[in-house]
Antibody, heavy 121, light 110 residues
Framework: EVQLVESGGGLVKPGGSLRLSCAAS????????MNWVRQAPGKGLEWVSS????????YYADSVKGRFTISRDNAKNSLYLQMNSLRAEDTAVYYC??????????????WGQGTLVIVSS | QSALTQVPSASGSPGQSVTISCTGT?????????VSWYQHHPGKAPKLLIY???KRPSGVPNRFSGSKSGNTASLTVSGLQAEDEANYYC??????????FGGGTKLTVL
C-alpha cells in the first residue's frame, strides 16, 4: 500500500524558515516524480513544486520561486521542502503527492494527508 | 498562473447524475489533454479520479467520467451515492512545466 506521511509543519513567524518532510513507503520511491501542493484555509489547491525521480528536473510555482527548495533523498525514501522567508500567505496545509512516472508529471496519483504550516507573529 | 474556474457548489439526490465544470483558457485546459480530477474529503488525502481528461485509474468506479470541450473540462458523477459528498478539484498542465488547479466544487448529496 502506497503511503505518504508529511511532517514538519507548525507555527513560524513571518520571515522565518521551516523544513517539511514526506516519508514514502509501499513503492519504489526512486522511480517516481514527487510534488508539493498546498491548500490555504478556505481556498483551493495550489501546486507548489515538482521534482523528477533523480532530481534532474525541478520546477516551482512563481509564488514560491526563490524562497522554497524541493529536494529528495532516494536512499531514505523521503521528500523535503525547505521554506525560507515565509509570509502570511504561505499559511496552508502542505501535501506531498506522487507522480505516475519518473519524469515531469501533471498527474498526482497518490497523496498524503498533509501537514499544517501557520505563518503568524 | 491563474486558478481554473469551478462553481463553488453543486448538489444532487442519490441515484442522480451531477456534472461539475472546470473552465480555463487556451493556455491550460484548452491547450493540453492533461486535465485531472481529484476527490477530497476534508482531513483526508485527496484521491485521483480522472487523468488525461477522461482516463480512470484502476479502482475508481465507472460512475466517474471526464470530458473536455474547448477550454472547459467536466466531471460527471452518475448514480450519486452518499459517500460522493466531498470537494472536487480539477487541474491542468499550464505549459512551461507548471500546473494549475481549480478553486474546488463542494458536492452535496441531498
Amino acid at each position: 500500500e502506497v503511503q505518504l506521511v508529511e511532517s514538519g509543519g507548525g507555527l513560524v513567524k513571518p520571515g522565518g524558515s521551516l523544513r517539511l518532510s514526506c516519508a514514502a513507503s509501499g513503492f519504489t520511491f526512486r522511480s517516481y516524480s514527487m510534488n508539493w501542493v498546498r491548500q490555504a484555509p478556505g481556498k483551493g489547491l495550489e501546486w507548489v513544486s515538482s521534482t523528477s525521480s533523480n532530481s534532474s528536473l525541478i520546477y516551482y510555482a512563481d509564488s514560491v520561486k526563490g524562497r522554497f527548495t524541493i529536494s529528495r533523498d532516494n536512499a531514505k525514501n523521503s521528500l523535503y521542502l525547505q521554506m525560507n522567508s515565509l509570509r502570511a500567505e504561505d499559511t496552508a496545509v502542505y501535501y506531498c503527492a506522487r507522480g505516475t512516472w519518473s519524469g515531469y508529471d501533471s498527474t498526482f496519483e497518490y497523496w498524503g494527508q498533509g501537514t499544517l504550516v501557520i505563518v503568524s507573529s | 498562473q491563474s486558478a481554473l474556474t469551478q462553481v463553488p457548489s453543486a448538489s444532487g439526490s442519490p441515484g442522480q447524475s451531477v456534472t461539475i465544470s472546470c473552465t480555463g483558457t487556451s493556455s491550460d485546459v484548452g491547450g493540453y489533454n492533461y486535465v485531472s480530477w481529484y476527490q477530497h474529503h476534508p482531513g483526508k488525502a485527496p484521491k485521483l479520479l480522472i487523468y488525461e481528461v477522461s482516463k480512470r485509474p484502476s479502482g475508481v468506479p465507472n460512475r466517474f467520467s471526464g470530458s473536455k470541450s474547448g477550454n472547459t473540462a467536466s466531471l460527471t458523477v452518475s448514480g450519486l451515492q452518499a459517500e460522493d459528498e466531498a470537494n472536487y478539484y480539477c487541474s491542468s498542465y499550464a505549459g512551461s512545466n507548471t500546473l494549475v488547479f481549480g478553486g474546488g466544487t463542494k458536492l452535496t448529496v441531498l
